[in-house]
T-cell receptor
Framework: KQEVTQIPAALSVPEGENLVLNCSFTDSAIYNLQWFRQDPGKGLTSLLLIQSSQREQTSGRLNASLDKSSGRSTLYIAASQPGDSATYLCAVRPRTGAQKLVFGQGTRLTINP | EAEVAQSPRYKITEKSQAVAFWCDPISGHATLYWYRQILGQGPELLVQFQDESVVDDSQLPKDRFSAERLKGVDSTLKIQPAELGDSAMYLC????????????????FGNGTRLTVT
């Protein structure tokens, strides 16, 4: 059974810092991995989708990498801003079993002005 | 940018009452999902539709929950009777048409319905 873990559960950094959020998964047989952002009381906003054949995806100040063999993905945020404060979730689409998205519990990020 | 619409945004109900949530996916998205998210956790899939057909409802508590997507467009999720443990955020998502395409396509979420059962 696929399991997704995000560590740490919460992270607080000063504005302007570059930071990395981590996501690990137990089964490397995946179609893709997706990173989402969730603001308090809101739904999920898709940030980046990495297909299993890709190593990384970039969007603005965000860069997501995927290492299937080690079961890891990172989300790099450059020059962090207070508006980046949110919970960040990763989810994998397994190739086996029910093939439904499996989410991590998220990392709650706070950027301090 | 097209969005997934959900209503209501908030719902407070007493236990044993019935409650219903509505979702309108992005136009052209044949795959629709209902997720439940308990505070501090990631979303968990309740039911997945491909057009009007249920593809996966293995995690749907069928004794009290029901979902339909009669014309393959908008969808309704119902709980009857509601229990205290049903308090959560109910999220709807959609992705591109075709079950095979959906596996490689990103999910787009609505803003959810926050349910509180008292």
């Amino acid at each position: 059974k696929q399991e997704v873990t995000q560590i740490p559960a919460a992270l607080s950094v000063p504005e302007g810092e570059n930071l990395v959020l981590n996501c690990s998964f137990t089964d490397s047989a995946i179609y893709n991995l997706q990173w989402f952002r969730q603001d308090p009381g809101k739904g999920l906003t898709s940030l980046l989708l990495i297909q299993s054949s890709q190593r990384e995806q970039t969007s603005g100040r965000l860069n997501a990498s995927l290492d299937k063999s080690s079961g890891r993905s990172t989300l790099y945020i450059a020059a962090s801003q207070p508006g980046d404060s949110a919970t960040y979730l990763c989810a994998v689409r397994p190739r086996t079993g029910a093939q439904k998205l499996v989410f991590g519990q998220g990392t709650r990020l706070t950027i301090n002005p | 940018e097209a969005e997934v619409a959900q209503s209501p945004r908030y719902k407070i109900t007493e236990k044993s009452q019935a409650v219903a949530f509505w979702c309108d996916p992005i136009s052209g998205h044949a795959t629709l999902y209902w997720y439940r998210q308990i505070l501090g956790q990631g979303p968990e899939l309740l039911v997945q539709f491909q057009d009007e057909s249920v593809v996966d409802d293995s995690q749907l508590p069928k004794d009290r929950f029901s979902a339909e997507r009669l014309k393959g467009v908008d969808s309704t999720l119902k709980i009857q009777p509601a229990e205290l443990g049903d308090s959560a955020m109910y999220l709807c998502a959609s992705s591109l048409s075709g079950a095979a395409d959906a596996l490689g396509s990103p999910l787009h979420f609505g803003n959810g319905t926050r349910l509180t059962v008292t």
